[in-house]
């Protein structure tokens, strides 16, 4: 499995950026895709999913009612359409997805066996 991140960039805050990622090799499976994020000198930490066990989405508190997360199951791809940035939302991106997700750890990177890259999304004030 290969995942390729993209549309990260520069923006000022109260902007709006959409990331993409596109998941090839799964070869028919459905895998739980989601985002992480890390800034300069912190730990990863969970943005949100799309969970395949129950087709939905779920959000770190940080960014809820502001990020939205969706998914193309034809193209294998899933969104992270982000409004309203904060400066404290510039990190390094990683797009991420598991087999299996454990309904309670969606939260834990130890989960998503595979990762992006990762881009970058830089908001200034």
């Known amino acids: 499995v290969q995942l390729q991140a993209s549309g990260g960039g520069l923006v000022q805050a109260g902007d709006s950026l959409r990331l993409s990622c596109a998941a090839s090799?799964?070869?028919?499976?459905?895998?739980?895709m989601g985002w992480f994020r890390q800034a300069l000198g912190k730990e990863r930490e969970f943005v949100a999913v799309?969970?395949?066990?129950?087709?939905?989405?779920y959000y770190a508190d940080s960014v809820k009612g502001r990020f939205t997360i969706s998914r193309n199951n034809a193209a294998n791809t899933v969104y992270l359409q982000m409004s309203s940035l904060k400066p404290e939302d510039t990190a390094k991106y990683y797009c991420?997805?598991?087999?299996?997700?454990?309904?309670?750890?969606?939260?834990?990177?130890?989960?998503?066996?595979?990762w992006g890259q990762g881009t970058q999304v830089t908001v200034s004030s």
């Open positions: 090799g799964l070869t028919g499976r459905s895998a739980s």
């Open positions: 799309w969970r395949r066990g129950n087709n939905s989405p």
């Open positions: 991420a997805a598991a087999f299996g997700l454990i309904a309670s750890a969606v939260t834990n990177q130890g989960q998503y066996a595979y």
